[in-house]
């Protein structure tokens, strides 16, 4: 079954909202996690890596105060989109690394979520 | 940019050839790793290989790395019909598992 789980997998909201998509490490705790967007037909390109308990490193291009990253827990890492516009529409991806116990050192990736932004 | 590229863009063989992705990158790495997308799903990880590994076999999947000309291969063998996806090459320069995905081949595998 799923180690890492992203939810939603669809949404969609009104230009202008604030959109959070949560991702999930079900049976392993995870210090680091990372967040991908994919444009459809195209590759997935990294937005930021999440670390437990400290702020999000976020690659060159991409808006801190656009894409709000909260990794509170050791399971838990939240993406924000706000005050998303169309051009945000995109699928967002995470990925979680295992950290201690039988899952250490192994990256998993989650379903992905899909967002439309209308 | 630094990500990688991948040839073909699409590929489309029949059921029981071979398919051979090719993917190219630029920066030195830890390891390289191949993963497949089922159209609107999640990745799934094949296999990974790393530096100092020249290939490596799982099943019907044959994985090479050339460090020295910065390029892997994919090689699925005796294709089948749920082999149809897109696949990913993507770098780990660091070990840290902070990935640099290629830019995927479509494969279509025809009944």
């Known amino acids: 079954g799923a180690v890492v789980s992203q939810h939603p997998s669809r949404v969609i909201c009104k230009s202008g909202t604030s959109v959070k998509i949560e991702c999930r490490s079900l049976?392993?705790?995870?210090?680091?996690m990372f967040w991908y967007r994919q444009f459809p037909k195209q590759s997935l390109m990294l937005m930021a890596t999440s670390n437990e308990g400290s702020k999000a490193t976020y690659e060159q291009g991409v808006e801190k105060d656009k894409f709000l990253i909260n990794h509170a827990s050791l399971t838990l890492s939240t993406l924000t989109v706000t005050s998303a516009h169309p051009e945000d529409s995109s699928f967002y991806i995470c990925?979680?690394?295992?950290w201690g116990g039988g899952r250490a050192g192994e990256l998993f990736f989650g379903e992905g979520s899909r967002l439309t932004v209308l | 940019s630094q990500q990688g590229e991948e040839d073909p863009q699409a590929l489309s063989i029949q059921e029981g050839e071979n398919a051979t992705m090719n993917c190219s990158y630029k920066t030195s790495i830890n390891n390289l790793q191949w993963y497949r997308q089922n159209s609107g799903r999640g990745l799934v990880h094949l296999i990974l290989?790393?530096?100092?590994?020249r290939e490596k076999h799982s099943g019907r999947l044959r994985v090479t790395l050339d460090t020295s000309k910065k390029s892997s291969s994919l090689l699925i063998t005796a294709s089948r019909a749920a082999d149809t996806a897109s696949y990913f090459c993507a770098t780990d320069a660091s070990g840290n598992e902070k990935l640099t995905f290629g830019t995927g081949t479509r494969l279509t595998i025809i009944p």
């Open positions: 990925s979680a690394r295992g």
């Open positions: 290989i790393r530096s100092n590994e």
């Open positions: 049976d392993f705790q995870a210090t680091t």
